[in-house]
């Protein structure tokens, strides 16, 4: 059994916001996101695996494919692997989510934003 508290932050002190399932024996990974900055989020990427979404406070604007949605606490968004997506924080509220990546490995296509220029 692997216990690991948030709370305290990782080993370095600091605070963890992703944890990798392959270092902890895992089959999933984990995005812990938390901002009120309005329009912060991710560009848009596509993964081989799906990716979901639980929305634990606030809102964000989800594009998922061809289609737009706005996201708020309590439901559960699930991306099919291959779909490009991203979201965007809309504010004013702080926007809680964890984001599980149904891989043990983080593998990430970047489609727009400096990430896109790296491949």
């Not at 944890?19 to 995005?31: N, P, Q």
């Not at 606030?58 to 289609?67: I, Q």
């Not at 699930?78 to 149904?102: C, D, M, Q, Y």
Request: aromatic content about 8%.
């Amino acid at each position: 059994m692997l216990v690991i508290d948030l709370s305290t932050g990782g080993p370095d002190g600091e605070p963890v916001h992703q944890l990798e399932g392959r270092g902890c024996e895992a089959g999933v990974s984990l995005i812990f996101t938390s901002t009120a900055a309005p329009g912060a989020g991710p560009h848009l990427h596509k993964h081989p695996y799906a990716e979901t979404f639980v929305i634990h406070s606030g809102r964000a604007l989800f594009t998922v494919g061809d289609e737009e949605l706005v996201g708020t606490a309590g439901q559960v968004i699930v991306v099919p692997g291959f779909t490009p997506h991203k979201f965007t924080v809309l504010g004013p509220e702080t926007f809680r989510s964890t984001n599980i990546h149904a891989s043990n490995t983080f593998v990430t296509e970047w489609l727009e934003g400096p990430e896109a220029a790296l491949l």
